[in-house]
């Protein structure tokens, strides 16, 4: 039987416990250092918390150490990973290469995304190098994903929902260039996000202060069944510093949609524990996004960049037409509530967003005065009556236990086994009062024990051996408890982690290693030189040498996404090369065609 797992980001011990509780399979977390998202790091305290509660449900803990490391970091970083194998990680996400030069615990290693892994020959190294797992490049359609899966048989994961990188992951040195932040190093300052102005080599500008290189979110809920057909074992979701609102909605959604394909398919089943009962209606639209694009899923079909703004507009709601007395006219069909989030692109081109402090039937007063305009699509990005749903219970998890009540010689002993099969049991010595009434006695008994309330469990299949003693309701709560409380324990045990050595079994495979192999430190060097590079250059993150060098490459394309493809034959001439500029950066753009990619150079 497959196991599917759910993977979702956890920026704390309480948002991990939320996704847990939605439907988490698995969890990725990041440590106190060498997190990929530096301001999402964990204490080693939370993080043992967070681990043994995603064990009791049969979940697991990956913690990110997926940043590039210099020489001086190296010790450092291997104390941190004897920690987290000491408490009961289940996996460590890397991308610094060097890691696997290290004298380190054996546990199980997932290669980031951002090891550049977009081919089946790079995932065919990493096997070699002796990872269990490979976290695909976000641009790979479902074939190609299919394709790698032939080709090896390292477990695949793949991001499914969540912001895109408009470079391929660990090939982004612009924040590093533009401000000293390193994207590498968990520090991206989000140049993407921000806006600049296209033009032509003759000087002419084409696009002015738009967001050219802002990407809508990744939404692939529709090819959960065909992601599985390829080969992909656990469905990512990114987000890492988004609010437990977020976490609530996205992680249930994806519970439905995942339990929904394994309801139709055999041979496949969900990799945690329990039954995730949801308490209100997922919907990914209600909260932080910024439109939707299933991102090359069927290859290049569909335009998916947000130039008018990188924020999040929400959802689209209908239209808001302005009087000539200045009044907000409402047409559609959703109830609007004050306190509502609006917004819409105004006459400027510009995100423009209110807050809703009163309704007078079509009339929307907003909290501030808006710019004038005739009619704009409106969109709500603050869903007050889904935000209180939210707030609330929205979600339990629970596992089936059996209990069987049986007499011993001094009394009377408790056994479960939970639907994973682990077991544990409790004895009480008591004297046998017989019951006055033998059948009130065992329906108070099962009612007893049926009280599972706050725990992680739900009764399954009572059995009650021992009939007609008469026993107090305080006793029998009690010793409920206590056998709770060891099951609860005994999970804990049982999903701890097996050893995971390395097995570093590199082949002489390449000839050079260039800059874009972010090598920064001497582990990472011999890791290359192990698979026969000859020439071997260090990463941009330690030479700091960016002249010249492709400071981005994208497999989003500004000349596609503006109707100037070169397969497009009606296309309008430009004079190329084309240059993206903010004033104080000009960067020239180059197409490969063949590859069909986009390459931002510093020149």
Not at 485 to 490: F, H, R, W
């Given at each position: 039987m497959n196991r599917v797992e759910l993977l979702i980001p956890a920026k704390d011990l309480h948002s991990g416990q939320v996704a847990i509780q939605h439907g988490a399979d698995a969890l990725y977390v990041g440590a106190s250092r060498f997190g990929a998202r530096q301001a999402a790091g964990n204490t080693l305290q939370d993080l043992e918390q967070l681990i043994r509660y995603a064990h009791c449900y049969g979940s697991k803990v990956y913690v990110t150490v997926n940043t590039l490391l210099f020489d001086n970091e190296l010790e450092e970083a291997r104390k941190l990973i004897w920690q987290l194998y000491e408490m009961g990680a289940d996996a460590l996400i890397i991308q610094d290469l060097g890691i696997l030069k290290m004298d380190i615990p054996p546990i199980a290693l997932h290669a980031s995304t951002q090891c550049h892994n977009h081919n089946?020959?790079?995932?065919?190294?990493?096997?070699?190098?002796?990872?269990?797992?490979?976290?695909?490049?976000?641009?790979?359609?479902?074939?190609?994903?299919?394709?790698?899966?032939?080709?090896?048989?390292?477990?695949?994961?793949?991001?499914?929902?969540?912001?895109?990188?408009?470079?391929?992951?660990?090939?982004?040195?612009?924040?590093?260039?533009?401000?000293?932040?390193?994207?590498?190093?968990?520090?991206?300052?989000?140049?993407?996000?921000?806006?600049?102005?296209?033009?032509?080599?003759?000087?002419?500008?084409?696009?002015?202060?738009?967001?050219?290189?802002?990407?809508?979110d990744m939404n692939r809920s529709a090819y959960i069944s065909r992601l599985l057909d390829a080969g992909v074992v656990s469905f990512k979701v990114e987000g890492r510093l988004k609010d437990e609102n977020y976490v609530k909605n996205i992680t249930a959604f994806y519970r439905r949609a995942i339990d929904n394909v394994l309801a139709c398919k055999s041979g496949f089943r969900t990799a945690g524990s329990g039954t995730t009962t949801i308490f209100f209606e997922p919907?990914?639209?209600?909260?932080?996004?910024?439109?939707?694009?299933?991102?090359?899923?069927?290859?290049?079909?569909?335009?998916?960049?947000?130039?008018?703004?990188?924020?999040?507009?929400?959802?689209?709601?209908?239209?808001?037409?302005?009087?000539?007395?200045?009044?907000?006219?409402?047409?559609?069909?959703?109830?609007?509530?004050?306190?509502?989030?609006l917004c819409f692109i105004n006459p400027a081109g510009e995100l423009e967003g209110f807050f809703v402090n009163g309704i007078k039937e079509q009339r929307i007063i907003p909290h501030k005065p808006v710019s004038d305009f005739r009619q704009v699509d409106l969109y709500r990005n603050v869903d007050k009556a889904f935000e209180k749903i939210l707030s609330g219970n929205s979600a339990e998890r629970r596992m089936a236990v059996d209990m069987t009540f049986e007499e011993t010689e001094t009394g009377f002993r408790l056994r479960l086994c939970d639907e994973d099969g682990v077991q544990a049991e409790c004895g009480m010595e008591t004297p046998k009062t017989p019951a006055n009434k033998p059948e009130v006695a065992e329906a108070q008994l099962r009612n007893s024990l049926s009280k599972l309330g706050n725990t992680p469990f739900v009764m399954r299949n009572p059995t009650i051996v021992a009939q007609g003693f008469f026993l107090p309701a305080s006793a029998i709560n009690q010793l409920r408890s206590e056998a709770?409380?060891?099951?609860?324990?005994?999970?804990?045990?049982?999903?701890?982690?097996?050893?995971?050595?390395?097995?570093?079994?590199?082949?002489?495979?390449?000839?050079?290693?260039?800059?874009?192999?972010?090598?920064?430190?001497?582990l990472h060097r011999s890791v290359y030189e192990d698979f026969g590079a000859e020439k071997i250059e260090y990463g941009l993150d330690k030479t700091q040498d960016y002249q010249g060098k492709e400071l981005m490459v994208c497999k989003y394309c500004l000349r596609y996404e503006l109707g100037l493809c070169s397969k497009n034959k009606e296309v309008r001439k430009v004079a190329y090369p084309l240059y993206i500029t903010n004033g104080k950066y000009k960067f020239q753009l180059q197409f490969d065609c063949r590859a069909c990619e986009m390459k931002i150079i510093n020149i």
């Open positions: 089946a020959e790079r995932i065919r190294m990493l096997e070699q190098a002796g990872f269990r797992r490979a976290i695909l490049a976000r641009e790979l359609d479902v074939e190609t994903i299919g394709a790698i899966h032939q080709q090896s048989s390292i477990e695949l994961e793949t991001f499914v929902h969540g912001a895109l990188c408009v470079c391929y992951s660990g090939q982004c040195y612009i924040s590093k260039m533009m401000t000293g932040r390193s994207g590498n190093r968990g520090e991206c300052a989000q140049i993407c996000r921000t806006s600049f102005d296209l033009q032509d080599a003759n000087g002419r500008t084409l696009l002015k202060n738009k967001h050219l290189l802002s990407l809508r919907d990914p639209k209600k909260t932080f996004n910024r439109g939707f694009t299933p991102y090359f899923a069927d290859g290049r079909r569909e335009k998916m960049a947000s130039f008018d703004t990188p924020k999040a507009m929400g959802q689209y709601i209908g239209t808001l037409r302005q009087n000539a007395r200045g009044d907000l006219l409402y047409e559609g069909k959703e109830t609007i509530l004050n306190g509502d989030g709770i409380d060891k099951l609860t324990e005994n999970r804990v045990a049982h999903f701890k982690p097996e050893k995971a050595p390395l097995d570093y079994q590199p082949e002489s495979v390449l000839t050079e290693a260039t800059y874009k192999r972010n090598i920064t430190n001497e």
